[in-house]
């Protein structure tokens, strides 16, 4: 093969790991948007959320110290254990289906009915809260995560690529494993809506509120549980991101690449978000490598999903995979 | 309370199943209801008939829970209601559809007809995800007894389609056999009719019947043609702005001055 096959073999492959990242923040957007057509802005910012809360119980920081020895004029930041990873793991699950519940009884029960618009502007409030909440319960310094994922290059791969090609393919470990796991909670949740029982009413109450009401399921139910599975989304998805570049603020940006994912996928679909997500992955890696670098100057990774997504809101504003808006009249 | 009757044609009606009492609601300064009382009993199907805007869907909202009347009382089986939520009045076996369907309209027509299993199904949501326990022997359950029911209602052929995709009377059918489904002790049906051609309203007719029949479910029903309605129930109630201005069997209120004056004076018989 020649060299610029195998280079460009490997970036794609690169960005494949990549957009696997996208999707997961994606898939949180659309499992929220579709069951209660709130668009949640707030989704980044749950990632961070439930990345410094892991971090935190694992090291066991005592959760808003600052403020306790603001107050108590005390001097505590540590209980003194560290929890180990699964229970830490465990634990946050608790706290985002806590969360999930608290946000529906203070924000969204009391917005029933309200516009679309509304519900939007009520999850930037709820993002910028909640950052604030974060900040206060675990300190603003950058944490490094680490649940024992493996992180480098994979040996195995790369001896085995320079074998066969001569050339060793560089890929990371943690990506590996993020896709392992993404694909793994992808199967999960289809699985779950298409085959139990809150799976079913999920679907109910996505397509239409009354006849929902009118089999007997309760709402604010389904509203919780879908709100508890997009914390738990975002908890994997900060896990990852945690692990690969820091638990930090800009964490919380990665809601924005998420958007022209979005874009791409069309919001009301699963399927979509996952085939979005790797397309903006490998689409910004390969024209990077193929036209950014050579002929722009580089650094194209920054505005390429952006670009795409405009072309798409242009040609196919539904997406890929999302339910085609059709006005009657 | 009246004692079990039996029809001419030999079903029987038993206890009252619903007693509303005295129920008015407002919307506003406007009365969509206006002290109305009456009751429905076991395994009768009783029809609610008035000319446009009477307050007949919103009768039968109060009674399924979407709207909660300023004054009066729901009594279902012998007790007072507390003020439900609609998806609560629906655990309690009160099935209904709508007057312009509400239907899942990107789900099948089997998934929408097992959504009205929803209730029956008891196993956790731990189970559920992971198929274990009762769950994998309930949804098997629960399959079958939608099956019937999507036997019943000749909808067989339709079963994998989404429900957006079909015409507007079988739209109607489905809703029904979601309601079925749920195997209701009280089904309220609102304008099972509306906008059929001939035909279509035979055929649902003929469905309400075998229903009532057949399950032995005590039916309410709001129904413009009054000559189905006629066909149809053991007994009518007669609404006009809001108020009731007659309730009986149908050869009673055929006879009724008022309803005359209100409405059969108009209508096509």
Same mark, same amino acid.
């Given at each position: 093969m020649p060299d610029q096959l195998l280079f460009a073999t490997e970036v794609a492959l690169n960005g494949l790991m990549a957009g696997v990242m996208y999707s997961l923040v994606a898939l949180g957007f659309v499992l929220i948007f579709?069951?209660?057509?709130?668009?949640?802005?707030?989704?980044?910012?749950?990632?961070?959320?439930?990345?410094?809360?892991?971090?935190?119980?694992?090291?066991?920081?005592?959760?808003?110290?600052?403020?306790?020895?603001?107050?108590?004029?005390?001097?505590?930041?540590?209980?003194?254990?560290?929890?180990?990873?699964?229970?830490?793991?465990?634990?946050?699950?608790?706290?985002?289906?806590?969360?999930?519940?608290?946000?529906?009884?203070?924000?969204?029960?009391?917005?029933?009915?309200?516009?679309?618009?509304?519900?939007?502007?009520?999850?930037?409030?709820?993002?910028?809260?909640?950052?604030?909440?974060?900040?206060?319960?675990?300190?603003?310094?950058?944490?490094?995560?680490?649940?024992?994922?493996?992180?480098?290059?994979?040996?195995?791969?790369?001896?085995?690529?320079?074998?066969?090609?001569?050339?060793?393919?560089?890929?990371?470990?943690?990506?590996?494993?993020?896709?392992?796991?993404?694909?793994?909670?992808?199967?999960?949740?289809?699985?779950?809506?298409q085959y139990t029982k809150q799976g079913r009413a999920l679907r109910a109450v996505a397509d239409d509120h009354q006849a929902a009401l009118s089999v007997g399921i309760s709402l604010n139910f389904i509203w919780v549980l879908v709100w508890s599975i997009a914390g738990f989304v975002a908890l994997v998805a900060g896990i990852m991101w945690g692990a690969k570049s820091g638990v930090q603020f800009s964490l919380s940006l990665i809601a924005l690449k998420?958007?022209?994912?979005?874009?791409?996928?069309?919001?009301?679909?699963?399927?979509?978000?996952?085939?979005?997500?790797l397309i903006i992955g490998v689409g910004e890696k390969l024209f990077e490598f193929a036209i950014g670098q050579p002929f722009l100057g580089g650094a194209t990774e920054n505005w390429f999903a952006y670009v795409l997504a405009l072309l798409f809101l242009v040609f196919r504003p539904q997406g890929l995979f999302g339910e085609k808006i059709i006005e009657r009249v | 309370m009246l004692d079990t009757t039996t029809t001419p044609d030999g079903r029987t009606i038993g206890d009252t199943v619903l007693d509303l009492r005295n129920i008015t609601l407002r919307f506003g300064g406007v009365e969509a209801i206006k002290d109305i009382s009456f009751d429905i009993r076991e395994g009768e199907?009783?029809?609610?008939?008035?000319?446009?805007?009477?307050?007949?869907?919103?009768?039968?909202?109060?009674?399924?829970?979407?709207?909660?009347?300023?004054?009066?009382?729901?009594?279902?089986?012998?007790?007072?209601?507390?003020?439900?939520?609609?998806? %609560?009045?629906?655990?309690? +076996?009160? *099935?209904?559809?709508?007057?312009?369907?509400?239907?899942?309209?990107?789900?099948? !027509?089997? =998934?929408?007809?097992?959504?009205?299993?929803?209730?029956?199904?008891?196993?956790?949501?731990?189970? %559920?995800?992971?198929?274990? +326990?009762? *769950?994998?022997?309930?949804?098997?359950?629960?399959?079958?007894?939608?099956?019937? !029911?999507? =036997?019943?209602?000749?909808?067989?052929?339709?079963?994998?389609?989404?429900v957006g995709r079909l015409p507007y009377g079988l739209k109607k059918r489905v809703e029904l056999a979601r309601a079925l489904a749920a195997e209701p002790s009280l089904l309220l049906l609102d304008e099972p009719m509306a906008g059929m051609n001939v035909e279509e309203k035979e055929d649902m007719s003929r469905f309400i019947l075998d229903v009532n029949d057949e399950f032995g479910t005590t039916i309410a029903l709001i129904e413009h043609d009054m000559g189905v309605v006629m066909d149809l129930s053991d007994r009518v109630v007669v609404m006009d702005y809001g108020r009731k201005i007659g309730d009986g069997t149908p050869a009673e209120v055929r006879s009724n001055q008022d309803v005359i004056d209100a409405y059969l004076g108009v209508s096509h018989d």
């Open positions: 579709k069951a209660s057509g709130i668009f949640n802005y707030a989704q980044g910012v749950m990632a961070l959320f439930a990345a410094m809360t892991l971090v935190g119980i694992q090291n066991g920081q005592v959760p808003f110290s600052h403020l306790i020895n603001a107050i108590f004029g005390t001097d505590i930041h540590y209980f003194g254990w560290e929890a180990p990873a699964i229970l830490a793991i465990a634990l946050t699950v608790v706290v985002m289906i806590a969360l999930a519940w608290a946000v529906n009884r203070f924000i969204f029960r009391h917005l029933v009915n309200q516009e679309p618009i509304i519900l939007f502007m009520a999850t930037i409030g709820l993002a910028y809260f909640l950052e604030g909440v974060a900040d206060l319960m675990w300190g603003s310094e950058i944490k490094t995560l680490d649940v024992g994922l493996p992180q480098g290059i994979n040996e195995t791969i790369d001896s085995v690529t320079f074998e066969i090609f001569g050339y060793g393919f560089f890929i990371d470990n943690l990506d590996i494993v993020a896709t392992v796991i993404a694909a793994l909670l992808v199967l999960g949740l289809v699985a779950f809506s998420a958007l022209p994912v979005l874009m791409l996928g069309g919001f009301t679909s699963i399927p979509g978000a996952i085939v979005g997500g | 199907i009783r029809a609610i008939i008035g000319p446009n805007g009477a307050g007949k869907s919103s009768m039968l909202n109060v009674i399924s829970g979407f709207y909660v009347p300023q004054e009066g009382e729901v009594w279902f089986r012998g007790a007072p209601r507390p003020q439900m939520k609609p998806y %609560q009045v629906a655990r309690q +076996g009160i *099935a209904r559809t709508f007057q312009n369907i509400a239907l899942f309209e990107g789900m099948s !027509v089997l =998934d929408n007809v097992m959504t009205g299993r929803l209730n029956a199904m008891k196993a956790n949501i731990f189970q %559920q995800a992971f198929w274990w +326990g009762k *769950a994998s022997k309930e949804e098997e359950a629960n399959r079958e007894s939608v099956e019937r !029911v999507i =036997d019943f209602l000749e909808i067989q052929h339709i079963r994998k389609t989404p």
